[in-house]
């Protein structure tokens, strides 16, 4: 059965090897040895041979998720203390709930991308808080 690739829509032949993938989350990344499978040599689709490799390609994914969610966890939080900000403040400037600010800060939940950024922003100049109603 010839496996193609779905997922570049280029109509290319996946080739089945074993070879190590580079799976990344944001700027964090991590190699997983020996993944088994059809891969494309176009965009890097793979289909799993084999459930072990599949679940050490998830289970790096998890990981590196987890870690990132704890990264911006910490950011927010800092951010928000260093700013002089009560969470419902915080929330208030992200346009959120308090008991969302609360959650994002002990790693509970994922904030969307505009939080996380108007907080590193805010990290780096600070100066701006007083461009913005709280």
């Known amino acids: 059965m010839a496996h193609v690739c779905v997922q570049c829509d280029t109509g290319i032949a996946l080739k089945k090897t074993t070879q190590d993938v580079l799976v990344r989350v944001k700027s964090a990344s991590v190699t997983v040895a020996a993944v088994s499978g059809w ?3 176009v ?3 793979i289909e799993y041979a084999d459930n072990d490799s599949a679940e050490r390609v998830w289970g790096a ?3 590196l998720s987890a870690q990132n969610l704890a990264q911006d966890a910490a ?3 800092a951010t928000r203390r260093r700013l002089k900000l009560t969470q419902a403040q915080a929330a208030k400037l992200t346009g959120g709930g308090k008991n969302a600010f609360s959650r994002y800060e002990r790693g509970q939940a994922k904030p969307v991308a505009a939080v996380v950024n108007l907080f590193k922003l805010l990290d780096r100049h600070p100066e701006l808080m007083k461009e913005l109603a709280v």
Do not use: N, R, S
């Open 61 to 63: 994914l998890e990981a």
């Open 39 to 41: 891969h494309c040599p």
């Open 75 to 77: 950011l927010l939080a």
């Open 43 to 45: 965009c890097g689709e």
